[in-house]
């Protein structure tokens, strides 16, 4: 069978009757979703894993009891934004800065930089790093891999579906002006 | 109207490559989730988590008594398990109930990969308490003896 263009709930079903095949299919569509919905919660690397994993194990708990497996996604986020709640309020953040920009991430942590060999590419990330918690968090969802939904957005960030489009124009423009005033790229944004 | 709406969609698909390239997901994510669907106990019932005191609204953990401990509760279609936590110094209690209380049952910690951590038995009114060195992901697995019955897991809890 091939996996990679089942519809969503073929692949529910396969993989509750125990198809791994059809359940790496599933975690390759959504582990963009998860991963960039726990970061733009500000954990750390680390922590990140930790929720994207505790997520992944929550659905497999309730593989065979997903009555809406076109609304996995949704699910998927909110759960993934539950346990970025629950770590926080029980852990608190990694860093004592409120600011954990990953921009300024230890290079071992997020390679981040290191890896942007392009002045541009670097001028972008140093704008995304000075974007607003809110800003650097929807744009996050929205290019994460798997090009979410504006319900699995809204419940990943816990935002009214109506308020994205509008936030999302607003962002890119602030973003559009820190990459256009960064000294080393001439002439703004492409 | 619609060049605005392209040089967002660019800029967006900037972003897309740089984020994909500076901050994927980590193989060791995608590992442990690929692995996870081999880790189900199909002989188990899910004693599903319902409340987590760690997830109150401010307002309700602002009514509550002032010690530290965690509440959650869970339920099966046959079980309910109430759970206290208590953590100090690394050490966390778990102090539970079981409700109907089984006349004969143990209570084990496991964890991810199956491993019990602590066991123990509950006593005739189905309370039973276990001492956690370390914290981390785990499970309650409730081995019902008398009346015997299906093992009831809970949902996976993090300390």
Redesign the interface.
Known sequence: MTASGAPITQLVRA?AA?D?AA??EI?ARY??LV?ATA?AHRLS?ADA??V???T??????H?DRIREPEGLGGWLATTAR??C???L??HGRESPSDNVD?FEAPADD????A??TEER?QA??RA?ARLGERCQAL??L????DEPSYAEIGAALDMPVGAIGPT??RC?EK??ALVGHDPAVQGG?? | MSNDAERDDGLLEELRALLGRADPVPHDVTEFAQAALGWRRLDAELAELLTDSALDTDAAALTRSGDDGRWLSFRSPELAIEVEIRSEAGTHTVLGQLEPAPAAATVEVQAADGTALAAAEADPLGRFRLTLAAGGRVRLRVLRRDPAGAPVESSWLVL
């Open positions: 993989a125990g791994q359940w790496n975690v582990e963009g991963w970061r690397h894993g930790d994207a994993q505790t992944w194990l929550r659905l497999v708990e593989l539950r346990e709640l629950r770590h309020r029980l990953l997020l390679p981040g930089l890896l942007l590419d972008l990330w995304f744009l996050r929205l290019v994460s891999a999302r124009s890119l973003l559009r944004a492409a």
